[in-house]
């Protein structure tokens, strides 16, 4: 069965320093992996996903997120972070029909 | 064009009341879901609906729970006889179908309260 872990409750980074969320998947076949973001008090809202192809994505807001087959990983980045990033963030994986959410990590920004 | 939109924004009920939880899909989406979200918790898979097809029921947590889709638009969530465990942020969602590479749209969920 499908599955998708955050390893991290919570990240605190400094404003202006670069950011990380990682998410490590487990899947039989080929994943599709998203980046989904929830700003408090709101839906939430994709960011950005992987199909196939070159295994850098780039995505809305200045993400951008690797796709690691030897390692399972699809982590989340930033070269510089901005305060109005501090948010949850959730990561998800498909294999047939059904979508798998982690936990989420809480990103906070420090200013 | 408008979003995923859900109604009411919040509600209180008291214990053992059924609630109605309303969503209206982006237009034109014909796959629609469900989630719950508890405090602490990721998105926990309820249901979802893809056209006039039978719905995928396997995330509904127990006999209480029940969701139709009126002429593939509009979906309703009813909990029946409500319990405290059932307090949490339900959201729908919708995407353009159920393709497994499809993003989903989310709506702005409903808190429900039970007391």
């Known amino acids: 069965a499908q599955s998708v872990a955050q390893p991290e409750d919570q990240v605190n980074v400094a404003e202006g320093n670069p950011l990380t969320v990682k998410c490590t998947y487990s899947v039989s076949g080929n994943p599709y992996l998203f980046w989904y973001v929830q700003y408090p008090n709101r839906g939430l809202q994709f960011l950005l996903k992987?199909?196939?192809?070159?295994?850098l994505v780039k995505g809305s807001y200045g993400f951008e997120a690797e796709f690691n087959k030897s390692q399972t990983s699809f982590h989340l980045k930033k070269p510089s972070a901005l305060v109005s990033d501090s948010a949850l963030y959730f990561c998800a994986v498909t294999e047939y029909d059904k979508i798998i959410f982690g936990k989420g990590t809480r990103l906070h920004i420090l200013p | 064009g408008a979003g995923v939109s859900q109604s009411p924004s919040n509600k209180v009920t008291e214990k053992g009341k059924d609630v109605e939880l309303r969503c209206d899909p982006i237009s034109g989406h014909t796959a629609l879901y469900w989630y719950r979200q508890s405090l602490g918790q990721g998105l926990e898979f309820l249901i979802y609906?893809?056209?006039?097809?039978?719905?995928?029921k396997s995330g509904l947590p127990s006999d209480r729970f029940s969701a139709e889709r009126t002429g593939g638009s509009v979906s309703t969530l009813t909990i029946q006889r409500t319990q405290q465990e059932d307090s949490a942020v339900y959201l729908c969602?919708?995407?353009?179908?159920?393709?497994?590479?499809?993003?989903?749209?989310f709506g702005p969920g409903t808190r429900l309260t039970v007391l």
């Open positions: 609906f893809q056209g006039n097809s039978a719905p995928d």
């Open positions: 969602a919708s995407s353009s179908d159920s393709s497994s590479y499809n993003e989903q749209f």
């Open positions: 992987y199909i196939t192809g070159d295994n």
